[in-house]
């Protein structure tokens, strides 16, 4: 049997393909970035074609490396931008519309009108999200609002809609399979989290006919063969969940109450619940992990919208540091924030608050106060908003993890680390590998193949972590926790007041 495993990792601005081997080593990988378009100010498109083009150049760039051929590869695993809306001509495979991508605001009067219906709860309660933008179900309204004739079209089954996975999936199969998987379709506010089937009472409010959805398949399974034509040869697609989800298995976060943390531009929190799909109250969203064997698993998930992105601004904006890294030196060059809290809501706050109006804010300055403070306290930001949503998780689910395990670019910063575990009380966990995303889809993949049959198998290979041990006294954490608190509630609804 060929041994090695190819993880397709589309996302936002890089398409990637990462070789796995048996022992689940890396051994090629490539990475395509591709056009960001911005038509207008909050919306934000990518070209689908060159979503496919840059993906498939990729994976065949991993196997060069590598030196492989498809023959070698036993399964393909993939995981994606989530979100993110496709939709194309079931015949001749082309796109009617630009892909609208997560982050587009574009479909923010589709959401108003969602709620002056009256429909908030109802979506909250069959789809386990809010009603925003960020999803897909409103895209796809705007795109069959936008291209003349496209409504008729998809009554008449000749359009088909998908997020990035099912886009793939179409492509490599060469039109032969249309489908996707819970992970992906929880996020499109058209996906009933509990029955596990589209919802017809959301696809009667956005009047998306069910013609033009794929069919709902296992995560893990079988989902098609790759026609020869793209790597030389039919290879299995196994394993398919979006980014986020993919992480969460890829960090081992197979059993409730494990949490991970992605440290990238925004941090992205989930913890798995299991067979539970608690209803947040706390100010998060309920998703689907995955679906193995017919059975959902779900996850609670918290996004803070901006974290490293802070660090670039002290970098870019600020001009403190020339690199991200230099951070953690010049955070440690003092030793405390001297008072001062930065919240970084640049562009509102994320979970828990939702507050729109929020701007950022930096407090407790003083005459004393050096770049060395602000830049500290930035970082320590990105600790409290983590604890911020972990709290929040706590009361939704009833549950505190143990630990908390992290990936994701920012995660490399031990200050930062140090500190996440001091703020929260718990260790912090940081594998050897930080190629989670990568991992949970050719873990998934090996799964649906046969390849792999226990979890310990990778854990084995993925090598000793890195334990962070809170270290900072428990007074000290909550009163430092409080005066946090205090410095949100400073930058709540600032825009509202006018300014
Ligand atoms: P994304 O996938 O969202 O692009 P990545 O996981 O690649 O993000 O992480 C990049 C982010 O992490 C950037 O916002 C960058 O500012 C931040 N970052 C990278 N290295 C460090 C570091 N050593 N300390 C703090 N932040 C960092």
Not at 40 to 47: S, T
Not at 76 to 84: A, L, Y
Not at 120 to 141: C, P, Q
Not at 168 to 183: H, K, M, N, Q
């Amino acid at each position: 049997m060929a041994d090695f495993i190819l993880a397709l990792d589309q996302g936002t601005t890089s398409s990637r393909a990462l070789l796995f081997d048996r022992q689940f080593g890396i051994r090629g990988l490539e990475q395509l970035e591709f056009q960001q378009f911005f038509p207008k100010p909050g919306w934000v498109e990518h070209d689908p074609q060159e979503i496919w083009d840059t993906q498939l150049r990729a994976a065949r760039g991993a196997l060069a490396r590598a030196g492989v051929t498809g023959r070698d590869v036993a399964a393909i695993g993939i995981t994606n931008q989530r979100e993110t809306t496709v939709v194309w001509d079931r015949r001749t495979a082309l796109p009617i519309h630009p892909a609208i991508v997560w982050q587009s605001r574009q479909t923010t009067p589709i959401c108003d009108a969602l709620r002056a219906a009256g429909l908030e709860e109802e979506v909250r309660a069959r789809t386990g999200l809010r009603i925003d933008a960020y999803f897909s179900g409103t895209k796809v309204r705007f795109i069959l609002d936008a291209v003349p004739g496209a409504q008729a079209r998809a009554e008449a089954g000749e359009l088909c809609f998908g997020t990035i996975d099912t886009w793939l999936i179409y492509r490599l199969t060469g039109g032969r399979v249309f489908a996707t998987e819970p992970s992906n379709a929880s996020r499109t506010l058209l996906f009933n989290i509990h029955t596990g089937d589209w919802d017809d009472t959301l696809l009667q409010a956005l009047r998306i006919p069910r013609a033009m959805l794929p069919d709902v398949r296992d995560s893990v399974g079988l989902f098609g063969e790759t026609d020869p034509e793209w790597l030389g040869h039919a290879i299995p697609i196994t394993g398919v969940a979006g980014d986020q989800q993919s992480a969460l298995f890829g960090q081992g976060c197979l059993a409730p109450g494990q949490a991970k943390n992605t440290y990238g531009t925004g941090c992205f929190l989930l913890m798995n619940t299991g067979h539970e799909a608690p209803r947040s109250q706390a100010g998060l969203v309920t998703t689907v992990a995955w679906r193995r064997a017919g059975r959902l698993e779900y996850a609670l998930e918290g996004s803070i919208f901006v974290a490293g992105s802070a660090v670039q601004w002290l970098r870019d904006g600020m001009g403190f540091v020339a690199h991200a890294r230099e951070t953690e030196a010049l955070a440690t060059s003092v030793p405390d924030s001297g008072g001062v809290y930065v919240v970084p809501a640049f562009v509102g706050l994320g979970a828990p608050y939702w507050d729109e109006q929020a701007r950022g804010t930096i407090v407790g300055i003083t005459r004393g106060t050096t770049r060395a403070h602000v830049t500290r306290a930035t970082l320590e930001a990105i600790g409290f908003q983590t604890r911020d949503v972990m709290q929040a998780m706590a009361r939704d689910s009833g549950i505190s993890p143990a630990v908390l395990r992290v990936d994701g670019g920012a995660c490399e910063n031990d200050f930062l680390m140090q500190f996440q575990a001091d703020i929260l009380g718990i260790p912090v966990e940081r594998p050897l590998v930080l190629e989670a995303t990568a991992m949970g889809a050719a873990a998934l993949a090996g799964f649906g193949v046969g390849l792999v049959r226990d979890r310990a198998e990778i854990d084995r290979r993925l090598g000793a972590p890195r334990y962070f041990e809170p270290h900072m006294r428990a007074d000290e954490r909550e009163s430092r926790y409080a005066t946090w608190l205090r410095a949100v509630e400073r930058a709540r609804g600032w825009m509202e007041a006018g300014s």
